[in-house]
């Protein structure tokens, strides 16, 4: 079974330039996630889709970060313009169900913005 | 949002001793996981915790959820070089609101010496 796809795996970029990062979930996961994680710290969740919807988007920076699941399968996230303080590792996650018994983690897209 | 604590931070042990890794919650969990993480990957899911008392066990790790489902320890037995990585303790999102509030903890940095 294919894990969860991340890409790219790095991003270097100039501040208040846009950045996308891309998801795909392993096959049948209904739950995909999007987790923030700064050096030194835990990953914060910024999004939770379940199918196509959102289950929730509370830490989500929604003046600068958009995400989207339209198919309900791969996602995207963007941040646009990017700040400093947005350079961190962006983990893409899934699960089968919004139960998460367990919950799969891609291996990450690290991005620094100088 | 609220942060799991864990501790220690950090943690250096001689291959064949026992050691414990705590996550604590100023809030009830409804479950919470444990994962490994090494640099520059993601994170790979070790243990769910649910029900208050409840206590899992694999290969030589097993964790623990104390009865008020506040806090959790995981135990590894006999270490080795293997277990080397950072451990994180993270919050199951679901069973109302609260728990989308916590974030990860910061994480436990294991560093075995043969």
């Known amino acids: 079974e294919a894990g969860v796809a991340q890409s790219p795996r790095y991003k270097i970029i100039e501040k208040r330039q846009s950045v996308a990062f891309w998801c795909n979930p392993i096959?049948?996961?209904?739950?995909l996630y999007w987790y923030q994680q700064i050096l030194g710290q835990g990953p914060k969740l910024l999004i939770q889709f379940q199918n196509n919807g959102v289950v929730d988007d509370s830490q989500l920076p929604k003046d600068r970060f958009s995400a989207e699941r339209l198919k309900g399968v791969d996602s995207t996230l963007k941040i646009q313009p990017a700040k400093l303080e947005d350079s961190a590792v962006y983990l893409c996650?899934?699960?089968?169900?919004?139960?998460?018994?367990?919950?799969?983690f891609g291996p990450g897209t690290r991005l620094l913005v100088l | 949002s609220q942060e799991l604590e864990q501790s220690p931070q950090s943690l250096i042990v001689q291959e064949g001793k026992n050691l414990t890794i705590n996550c604590t919650s100023s809030?009830?969990?409804?479950?919470l996981y444990w994962y490994k993480q090494k640099y520059g990957e993601g994170l790979i899911f070790l243990m769910m915790?649910?029900?208050?008392?409840e206590e899992k066990s694999h290969e030589k790790i097993t964790a623990k959820l104390d009865e008020k489902k506040q806090q959790s320890s995981l135990h590894i037995t006999a270490s080795q070089p293997s277990h080397a990585g950072i451990y994180l303790c993270g919050p199951r999102l679901v069973g109302g609101g609260s728990n989308y509030k916590l974030t990860f903890g910061k994480g436990t940095l294991l560093t075995v010496n043969p």
């Open positions: 915790l649910q029900k208050g008392g």
């Open positions: 096959s049948g996961h209904a739950t």
């Open positions: 996650a899934s699960s089968k169900s919004v139960l998460q018994e367990t919950q799969y």
């Open positions: 809030k009830t969990l409804y479950g």
